[in-house]
């Protein structure tokens, strides 16, 4: 497999891991092998009810007996209209919520930039270090990290300006950070320039780091009092993950635009925006849409996620499966080679920890050394953070406990030969 791979595949879609799922359900996967795994890397967020999640399944094959595909554009569809209804009744916008699907979160926030811009009438965009918002070309000028992502591109669309983001893993404070944006507009760009502050509340790439709440405030009201939309990046932060809903309702904030994707679709391609009326009306009829956006068999999908979501109590037990991460996580660091056990960040279930050197520096090395024995050892796990050192935990929302303490005895039996290495 890997050969043909290496004969039709570009080089520039990379692998975490070098081998090829055959099967999975819930919270295991088996490789074209046999070999069995826990997983915790979820389609990097998608699963969050796992994978083939029942509910979802009967929805996808009901629709599929029915019709596959209409554009939403030229011949209108229950199944979209049904999660517009939901995002309508379930994200917290303030008055009025409208929405439009697309096919991923990338494609979500460009089209919630298209908005911000018609909205504004400026171009401006603030964003912030350590961000990730997506691979396609406005998205990339958002990302607040260069390598490998903008390598080699030149210009980005713009103009985008990045700013530190307040949280205990970067040091920086709330005071500092809106400091920041002081003086970005005293020495770079005239507030009236700025269309919009785009976000993530919780950082996802960027390795699970939780923006303070009271900065989230205080960009709503900046956003207020100058005109600009507030954008909140909940792609992979969004249904459930922290603990809320979305993690915005944390701090208690409104945004003025909710972009969504990955746990939407229950594994089916589909991402969203979710809006003020007014800022969503900005765009002329036809400004919206695309030809797969919103394809009915992942808008059933969609609904399937809703009930589970709501019926099963997930946001419940995200909240004791991000205790359960703590706990394990404090454990850890107990153990033998548990030094190489850095800082635990995140939210509810959304949840992170670092694998340090012995002088306490982030260690790169040692992650990977952890990836790749603990795939050996059954458990796939997902890297993230500014020095690629962090390991995101992104297993479903649905994983039995028991599964969790396996992983982390899994984890637990590798830290001596971790910490063999420099």
Known sequence: MRDRQTVSVSNGVRNVHPVYLDRALNAEAWDSEGNRYIDFVGGIGVLTIGHRNPVVMDRVIAQCDRFTHSCFNALPHEPYVAVTDWLAENCPIEGPAKSMLTNSGAEAMENALKLARAFTGRTGVIAFEGAFHGRTLATLALTGKTKPYKTGLGPLPGPVWHLPYPCPETGVSVADAMAAIDKLFAVSADPKSVGAIVIEPVQGEGGFRACDGEFLVALRRLCDENGMVLIADEIQSGFARTGKMFAVEHAGVSPDILVMGKGIGGGFPLGAITGAEDVMHALAPGGLGGTY???????????????????????????????????????????PG????????????MRAFELIADDGKPSPARLQCLLQLARENGLLLMPSGEHANVVRLLAPLTIPFDQVDEAFAIIAKLLPKVAQVA
């Open 293 to 335: 956006s919103g394809n009915p068999v992942a808008c059933a999908a969609a609904t399937g996620v809703f009930e589970v979501l709501e019926k099963d109590n997930i946001l419940g037990r995200a909240k004791q499966l991000g205790e359960k991460y703590a706990t394990h996580i404090a454990w850890l660091r107990d153990l």
């Open 338 to 349: 548990g030094h190489v056990i850095g800082n635990m960040r995140g939210i509810g279930a």
